[in-house]
């Protein structure tokens, strides 16, 4: 009867993760108030220290363990910052706290049967026989009746006539315990993406991302995010938008074919963008007067984002470690309705804040 562990594999490391361990983890043990020391600021594992709760030495240890999990990042000087996954998973971490505190939650995922016994009585009453098995991995009748104890000591189900069921505070739990778990679950799947993505990002629907597909560049394929987003590109797309920031003219000279070839939409580019190239004498490049059917605007900030909306039905979102030529890039492909609606609302966010070329003074 044992429900299946939610596992994932972090890109960044290959470290193999179980979800709930993890929240075990973190919960139970002051690695999540060195990442609570980081929200709204960046700090030193010195500085941590000084908060006082934990040592400079275990500050730097779960800073280490989560830099290389993706929620914090190195800011120089010794000083680390929040991610959009640390922050992400730090807010999720907070919404969970408010309906179960820190010793339940880690009480209750500190054994690899407690969450999916409590998910078997959320389908109906049970009988404790039914929830024991002999197959490997079924937990045994002593640890459920552990577990069918401490779920009554909660009140988080009650048993009648031998049955045991779940009450609307275990249903609760198990509701606010799902939502994080799956929340990390894709922070932790995408985490290259979200090391990437600014932490002022924190509202995508992460969810939504379950589908998403993730590719990353890298010092042996530094060019196949590029290379699959300019696949997505099709003359007979009805609407192609674009927002970037990044300076590739092998890129450049492929879309400008296509955009001569009829391709219909416009593109956003930003202050780095714009400027180089201008300094490279590229800046040709701008000119949409000879694309019948495209719009290209300048956008007077400077991103490491990008955005490709392909007929509103499907989207690619890149997020980068800096400014450059597109070799730092993680990208993420959805065609989820929830994820491309708010990648259109970011990209209408920039373009009303966006002119034509023509309309500046450089």
């Known amino acids: 009867m044992t429900r299946h562990e939610r596992a994932v594999t972090n890109p960044l490391t290959d470290e ?3 979800v709930r361990e993890l929240i075990s983890d973190l919960a139970g043990s002051t690695c999540l108030d060195v990442l609570r020391s980081l929200d709204e600021q960046s700090m030193t594992a010195s500085a941590i220290e000084d908060q006082g709760e934990v040592t400079r030495q275990t500050a730097s240890k779960h800073l280490a363990q989560l830099t290389e999990r993706g929620l914090t ?22 919404i969970c706290l408010a309906e179960i505190d820190r010793k339940r939650l880690t009480k209750l995922t500190r054994s690899k049967h407690s969450i999916p016994l409590l998910q078997r009585l959320s389908d109906g009453p049970v009988r404790p026989s039914e929830l024991a098995g002999t197959n490997t991995g079924a937990p045994s009748r002593a640890t459920v009746q552990r577990a069918l104890r401490m779920y009554e000591t909660e009140e988080w ?4 006539d ?22 990390i679950e894709q922070v932790m799947e995408k985490a290259p993406w979200f090391q990437r993505l600014s932490p002022t990002r924190t509202d995508i629907p992460v969810r939504a991302l379950a589908d998403a597909k993730l590719y990353v560049s890298s010092p042996h394929s530094p060019g196949i995010v590029l290379a699959t987003a300019l696949k997505l590109c ?32 416009e593109a956003i580019v930003d202050a780095s963008l714009y400027d180089r190239l201008h300094e490279e004498d590229m800046e ?12 290209i605007i300048y956008l007077e900030e400077t991103l490491t984002l990008g955005i490709g909306i392909y007929d509103a039905e499907q989207i690619a979102i890149g997020a980068y470690n800096e400014m450059g030529e597109g070799e730092h890039i993680a990208m993420l492909l959805s065609s989820n309705e929830a994820v491309v609606q708010w990648g259109e609302d970011l990209y209408n ?11 500046t003074t450089q």
């Open 349 to 359: 966010r920039y373009r009303e804040r966006a002119r034509h070329p023509s309309e």
């Open 157 to 160: 189900s009650e048993e009648i």
């Open 234 to 265: 099709d003359p007979r797309l009805d609407h192609f938008r674009v927002l970037t920031s990044i300076f590739n003219p092998t890129l450049f000279t492929a879309y400008d074919k296509l955009l001569k070839l009829g391709l219909k939409g």
């Open 16 to 18: 193999r993760i179980i």
């Open 284 to 295: 040709y490049f701008l000119d949409d007067s000879n694309y019948g059917n495209f719009r």
């Open 162 to 183: 031998g049955n045991h069921q779940l009450m609307p505070d275990g249903e609760r739990i198990l509701d606010a315990y799902e939502e994080l778990a799956i929340t």
């Open 73 to 94: 990042n190195s800011t120089g000087n010794g000083e680390y910052a929040l991610t959009a996954g640390g922050k992400i998973v730090l807010d999720a971490f907070e």
